[in-house]
């Protein structure tokens, strides 16, 4: 079992920047894959990035070159930092974990954190 918390959500200026974290604990953290999805209001969730235990990345086509993600294994956090927000990229973000790699198929979730951007 694995528990996931995130945070660093709020509100941004268009063109800004956040970085989010996502806190786990339970079992051994750097054995998981981690993703972020999110989900804006009215719309289905949707994939956002991911970071794989040995550290390697995809990230959806509408975030490729605004995201990154990285991951501390000794802070069992990973952390997306999400540069030149657009008011798209409003919606509420998830972090999820996973043993497997790929763009679905997470088995943890955390509670989300929102994230608005403003014109």
């Known amino acids: 079992q694995v528990q996931l918390v995130e945070s660093g959500g709020g509100l941004v200026q268009a063109g800004g920047s956040l970085r989010l974290s996502c806190a786990a604990s339970?079992?051994?953290?750097?054995?998981?894959?981690i993703g972020w999805f999110r989900q804006a209001p009215g719309k289905e969730r949707e994939f956002v990035v991911a970071?794989?235990?040995?550290?390697?990345?995809i990230y959806a086509d509408s975030v490729k070159g605004r995201f990154t993600i990285s991951r501390d294994n000794a802070k069992n956090t990973a952390y997306p930092q999400m540069n030149s927000l657009k008011t798209e990229d409003t919606a509420v973000y998830y972090c999820?974990?996973?043993?497997?790699?790929?763009?679905?198929?997470?088995?943890?979730w955390g509670q989300g954190t929102p994230v608005t951007v403003s014109s």
């Open positions: 999820a974990a996973s043993t497997r790699w790929g763009r679905d198929g997470y088995d943890y």
């Open positions: 339970g079992r051994t953290f750097r054995s998981y894959n």
């Open positions: 970071i794989s235990w040995s550290g390697n990345t």
